[in-house]
Antibody
Framework: QVQFVQSGAEVNKPGASVKVSCKAS????????IHWVRQAPGQRLEWMGW????????EYSQKFQGRVTITRDTFASTAYMELSRLRSEDTAMYYC????????????WGQGTLVTVSS | EIVMTQSPATLSVSPGERATLSCRAS??????LAWYQQKPGQAPRLLIY???TRATGIPARFSGSGSGTEFTLTISSLLSEDFAVYYC????????FGPGTKVDIK
């Protein structure tokens, strides 16, 4: 069955970077895109960007442009999201999600990774 | 950016009753709208896409309708596992989510 397992919770200081992983299983990893969506406490879900797991093409939300980098390792069937220059407002649950439609419809999600930014 | 709003913020319903959730877009999104269910401590789960198409494995008690700027998610007869937060999500222009409607037990 399709499954995404994300890396564990992180605590980081302001100004640092964080890299979250998302390991896929149960389907051909390189066929579809992986998106990253975050949810700050009490806030709505917020899209950050995507990567096509096959050709490596990426697109980022303007809000995060310059701070977020999404990569993938096809041999490990794993996608990564790195967010730099962290600030307290980046404290959130970060999710990876698969899109098989090409239209930003997310049919399977990872369990989430809590990133806390605190000095 | 298209802004999504949802109403009500909280809906109190008894098991077995019907629940009707509303979602409004600040401009037309056509039928490019999805609904997700999220339970505490869990990731969102896709219920509906294309405004009215149920995702794989979603029970028939969940139905979606609407187009343009007004959308509805209906749960025909609530079961205990349906008490959760529901988000609408437009993917017509960029992608944005609504603030959610919490369905709790009356």
């Amino acid at each position: 069955q399709v499954q995404f397992v994300q890396s564990g919770a992180e605590v980081n200081k302001p100004g640092a970077s964080v890299k979250v992983s998302c390991k896929a299983s149960g389907y051909t990893f390189t066929r579809y895109t992986i998106h990253w969506v975050r949810q700050a406490p009490g806030q709505r879900l917020e899209w950050m960007g995507w990567i096509h797991a096959g050709n490596g093409a990426t697109e980022y939300s303007q809000k995060f442009q310059g701070r977020v980098t999404i990569t993938r390792d096809t041999f490990a069937s794993t996608a990564y999201m790195e967010l730099s220059r962290l600030r307290s407002e980046d404290t959130a649950m970060y999710y990876c999600a698969r899109d098989t439609s090409g239209y930003f419809v997310f049919d399977y999600w990872g369990q989430g990774t809590l990133v806390t930014v605190s000095s | 950016e298209i802004v999504m709003t949802q109403s009500p913020a909280t809906l109190s319903v008894s098991p077995g009753e019907r629940a009707t959730l509303s979602c409004r877009a600040s401009q037309s999104v056509g039928s490019n709208l999805a609904w997700y269910q999220q339970k505490p401590g869990q990731a969102p789960r896709l219920l509906i896409y294309g405004a009215s198409t149920r995702a794989t494995g979603i029970p028939a008690r969940f139905s979606g309708s609407g187009s343009g700027t007004e959308f509805t998610l209906t749960i025909s007869s609530l079961l205990s596992e349906d008490f959760a937060v529901y988000y609408c999500h437009q993917y017509h222009s960029g992608t944005t989510f609504g603030p959610g409607t919490k369905v709790d037990i009356k």
